[in-house]
């Protein structure tokens, strides 16, 4: 008969706990061992299934066959999965599925979405909430794509008694009513899950008040501006897209989101926002060429090849941009036409609601001529940037910039410049001040204005004429009267424009007033983290901008508890020959402490700049560790006899080694003298007794008695006094510490370094002659700390053949006097 082997009878399988895959798969391997032929077909069952379920397998081969677990309600997780043989005995191979029951549920039962407009996005939230008590994963059933709603995330992983949120996009694509929608979820290892959608999805009532958008002729370098103005007429939100990807030339602008005179003829933001809320923001992956910020309502401009300019510019445009309605609301915008190459435009303006392209109700024609310029300008935008503004009217003076006008065409050129309001933003200030400047164009007596005492900008000269090929330079002069933004348009006519209505180019004038004033390096300063007693120091920069001769005054903060040391090693005068000065501040603290504060630097006016500064000092290792790390090569720890670790400098270290051991020394003489002193007493002592038993008592031997107790009472009054001064001048050591004559410093340091073998060998010797408690050679010093300590005590106590007097065992094994290890 035909037999097929498979390796396993038995298959075992569990989900990891964090897999968020619906499907688990293990696999078998069927052989033929026969000479034969073998097909086969696998019966799947439940919520296994075999793949493949049928083959054939050839004579000494074999197959992979893949099991997949599909957990899901009402089928069994544990089945005896059959194998037919055709010509041969079925098998079967028995199947489990391990999963724990878990249980899950929508907090919201039903989300209202309202009145939407089609094309109009809407989000809102939901929350999944894990009530059993293992963890689960839930995944998202798909909807059908026409209801534009999209859930985000699709699955997830909840531990018990988490929720997670699920965002929930609805994008209506055409009018329908959202009330008979489900979303649903499954649970592995529990039920589905759902909620309800209720709201209904409408075509706004927009409209555009212009019929038609005609620029005219246009030179290129320039722009025109027409209005384009959207109503909003129905009571929800309403989403427009403009299509001008085949038109890079046109822009949309919204009018009052900036004044247009701060827009520079080369930058369109690309995100904008009215005062009530409207947008304009470019679609993601826009043209770079017009970045800005973005806001509520918005005009969004996307990326889209052009291919009718592809082969001139040799690059793509993406120019469309989405815009936003509020309800009931009137969006007031500007379609700009900024021509870059000689062309003629007429095309219907693609505005139509996002979904709905093929409602043609919005669109407007458009008409428009780039022409070659007849004249160049070299600089668009005169910018003075920031200038400074003396506070002393008589010791203000002017800037001067130039820009070219050059004509580039064949014939003669007369041009005239009229100079148009500037506006005056004071810092701090709320509204710009406008001043108008002149009137008339025609002639030169225009430049004169009625309060020449506020005008900022000078142009000169107004008129000119310019010869093919040749030049003519435009002086603006810059006067800023005080601390604050100054911009001024400059429009410019020449013979034979095609419109001479509106300007043939405009120039763009701007600068900045500030007072004299000084500015850091960084806005806060940082004084490291450092140990008790150690001086923290850092550093920045003063830049002087506009003073003539500053001397450095400061007052710290009054909440700063620490006394700042600041020094200037550059001097601490700025003026015209010193643009810069370093400033360091160091401080110190002998408690731990943390702070912060600021410090004020102020000119002879009280002119503030502040800084503002922090710090900290601890005793903390954890705390300290980047200094530790950082200084180990001039600092280290060092702990001496009933004293606490200190952290010090390493000479101070020494010194202090030098100063113990010479302490160590005065206690070795003294207590030998005061053995000495011992003995000489007793054996007087011994000799008088002697004396009197033999009764011919000697008055000299008995003073000798009483002068050896004597002697031994003064020496024992010395070591106490001896002691107590050397342990005072070590508790309380300065930063000179005088080293003793007496003491060899470089002897004391090499006994004090001991190499490995060295430490091994000496500690074989102890375990072999003295020790009672044998020290772990290969464990030192950790044998030392796990002992408390034990193996030393005893160690010390054999050698001296005395118990230490001043340590005691406690009740606590290996601890030890004040139960410290």
């Known amino acids: 008969p035909i037999e097929l082997i498979m390796n396993k009878k038995n298959l075992i399988m569990e989900f990891p706990i964090e897999m968020l895959q619906q499907t688990l798969t293990q696999e078998i391997v069927l052989s033929n061992p026969g000479n034969a032929p073998a097909e086969f077909l ?31 309600a009402g089928k069994r997780n544990e089945e005896e999965l059959g194998l037919h043989i055709t010509g041969g005995i079925d098998q079967t191979l028995k199947v489990v599925g391990i999963l724990n029951e878990t249980k899950a549920e929508f907090i919201e039962k039903k989300v209202n979405l309202g009145t939407m407009a089609v094309g109009t996005e809407k989000k809102v939230t939901v929350q999944v909430k894990n009530v059993g008590s293992y963890p689960l994963v839930f995944f998202v059933n798909p909807l059908p794509e026409q209801l534009g709603v999209v859930i985000s995330p699709e699955q997830d992983f909840i531990p018990p008694g988490e929720t997670i949120p699920l965002d929930v996009y609805i994008t209506p694509k055409f009018p329908m009513n959202y009330d008979s929608t489900v979303v649903s979820a499954k649970v592995r290892g529990g039920k589905l899950i759902s909620f309800k959608l209720a709201g209904t999805s409408v075509i706004p009532l927009l409209q555009v008040q212009e019929s038609s958008f005609p620029f005219g002729s246009v030179a290129i370098g320039s722009e025109m501006r027409l209005p384009l103005t959207i109503l909003n007429k129905t009571s929800i939100l309403s989403t427009l897209l403009l299509d001008l990807t085949n038109y890079p030339d046109f822009k949309p602008f919204i009018r009052g989101v900036v004044d247009e005179i701060e827009i520079s003829t080369q930058d369109i933001p690309n995100e904008q926002e009215d005062s009530h809320g409207n947008q304009v923001r470019i679609l993601s992956g826009g043209s770079p060429m ?21 082969k001139s510019r040799k690059r793509s445009h993406k120019n469309i941009w989405k815009i936003t309605l509020l309800p009931n609301s009137t969006l007031v915008t500007d379609l700009i036409f900024r021509p870059t190459t000689p062309k003629q435009y007429n095309f219907r303006l693609q505005l139509y609601l996002q979904g709905i392209q093929e409602n043609r109700s919005l669109n407007r024609d458009v008409t428009a001529v780039g022409l070659t310029s007849l004249i160049d300008v070299s600089d668009m935008v005169v910018d003075f940037g920031d200038r400074v503004v003396s506070r002393d009217p008589l010791s203000r003076i002017s800037y001067f910039l130039e820009t070219t006008l050059k004509n580039v065409s064949r014939v003669g ?28 164009p025609n002639t030169a007596s225009d430049s004169l204005i009625s309060d020449i005492g506020k005008q900022i900008f000078f142009v000169s000269p107004l008129k000119g004429d310019l010869a093919p090929g040749t030049s003519a330079p435009i002086r603006v002069t810059f006067q800023p009267q005080s601390s604050g933004d100054y911009t001024k348009k400059l429009e410019i006519y020449v013979t034979g424009q095609p419109d ?168 070795r003489k003294l207590r030998s003298l005061e053995r000495l002193k011992a003995v000489e007493s007793k054996s007087s002592g011994d000799l008088a007794v002697a004396a009197k038993n033999s009764k011919s008592p000697r008055k000299g031997d008995t003073s000798s008695v009483v002068t050896a107790g004597e002697r031994g009472t003064k020496a024992k009054s010395k070591l106490r006094e001896s002691s107590h001064s050397v342990d005072t001048s070590v508790g309380t050591h300065s930063e000179s510490i005088h080293h003793m004559e007496t003491v060899d410093f470089d002897k004391i340091t090499d006994r004090l370094h001991l190499d490995d073998t060295e430490v091994r060998f000496l500690l074989k010797w102890l375990n072999k002659n003295i020790c ?44 030890y006097g004040d139960g410290n290890s």
């Open 500 to 667: 001479p209505s509106r300007p043939y180019m405009t120039i763009l004038c701007q600068g900045s007033g500030v007072f004299p004033r000084i500015t850091f390096s960084k806005q806060h300063l940082q004084l490291p983290t450092v140990p008790l007693g150690i001086t923290s120091r850092n550093w920045f920069t003063v830049t002087n901008n506009g003073y003539n001769s500053l001397r450095m005054n400061y007052k710290v903060s009054p909440n700063v508890p620490v006394p700042l040391e600041v020094s200037y090693p550059d001097g601490d005068e700025i003026g015209i020959m010193v643009e810069k000065i370093r400033v360091f501040v160091g401080a110190k603290s002998e408690s731990p402490i943390s702070w912060m504060g600021k410090i004020e630097f102020y000119d002879q006016d009280g002119e503030r700049f502040c800084i503002s500064i922090s710090g900290c000092a601890d005793g903390c290792l954890l705390t300290n560790y980047p200094f530790v790390r950082d200084y180990i090569s001039d600092y280290g720890f060092i702990g001496l006899d009933e004293q606490p670790v200190k952290f010090l400098k390493k000479t101070e270290i020494a010194e202090l080694r030098i100063l113990e051991s010479k302490r160590k020394e005065e206690l």
């Open 413 to 440: 050129v007369s041009y005239s410049i009229k100079e148009l309001e500037e506006v005056t933003k004071e810092f701090g200030g709320s509204a710009p001040d406008r001043t108008l400047t002149t009137n008339n």
């Open 42 to 72: 696998w019966g799947s069952a439940g919520a296994f299934m075999c793949n493949p379920e049928k083959g054939s397998i050839g004579p000494g081969k074999s197959t992979v066959i893949s099991i997949t677990w599909s957990p899901n």
């Open 290 to 310: 017009t970045p800005f910020p973005s806001s509520g309502a918005s005009i969004v401009s996307g990326v889209a090849e052009d291919q009718s300019l592809k």
């Open 772 to 815: 009672r408690k044998p020290f772990d050679v290969e464990r030192f010093p950790e044998c030392v700390l796990e002992s408390g300590g034990d193996v030393v005590v005893d160690c010390i106590e054999l050698m001296c053949g005395k118990k230490i007097q001043f340590v005691k065992p406690n009740d606590t094994p290996g601890t």
